[in-house]
C-alpha cells in the first residue's frame, strides 16, 4: 500500500516562497502521473499541478501558473511544489499523490495523505 508523506509547509509572507516535497513509499497508483491538490477552509479540494511519470509534461491550475514550479526526483520518489509569489488565497493544505486525468478534470485515486498547511498572511 503506497504512502505518501508531504512536507514543507508554514506560514510565510505574501511574496515569499515554500517549497513542497512529497515522498511517496510504495506504488502510487495514478494513470498520468503525479500531482499536487490543495483544500482551503469552507472550500472544495482543488486541482494545483500535476507531472506525468515521465516528467515530460507538467500541467496547471490558472490559479498558480507562472508561480508555482512541478518536478520530481526519480530516484527519491519524490515530487516537489515550488511555490514563488505566494498569495493570501493560497491558503490551504496541500496534498499530493498519484493523479488521473480525464480531459481538464484531474483526480486522485486512493486516500489521501495529512496534507501539509500552506498559510500567507498578507
Known amino acids: 500500500q503506497v504512502q505518501l508523506v508531504e512536507s514543507g509547509g508554514g506560514l510565510v509572507q505574501a511574496g515569499g516562497s515554500l517549497r513542497l516535497a512529497c515522498a511517496a513509499s510504495?506504488?502510487?497508483?495514478?494513470?498520468?502521473?503525479m500531482g499536487w491538490f490543495r483544500q482551503a477552509p469552507g472550500k472544495e479540494r482543488e486541482f494545483v499541478a500535476a507531472?506525468?511519470?515521465?516528467?515530460?509534461?507538467?500541467y496547471y491550475a490558472d490559479s498558480v501558473k507562472g508561480r508555482f514550479t512541478i518536478s520530481r526526483d526519480n530516484a527519491k520518489n519524490t515530487v516537489y511544489l515550488q511555490m514563488n509569489s505566494l498569495k493570501p488565497e493560497d491558503t490551504a493544505v496541500y496534498y499530493c499523490?498519484?493523479?488521473?486525468?480525464?480531459?481538464?478534470?484531474?483526480?486522485?485515486?486512493?486516500?489521501w495523505g495529512q496534507g501539509t498547511q500552506v498559510t500567507v498572511s498578507s
Open positions: 507531472i506525468s511519470w515521465s516528467g515530460g509534461s507538467t
Open positions: 510504495g506504488r502510487t497508483v495514478g494513470s498520468f502521473g
Open positions: 499523490g498519484g493523479v488521473i486525468r480525464d480531459g481538464s478534470r484531474w483526480s486522485k485515486p486512493g486516500s
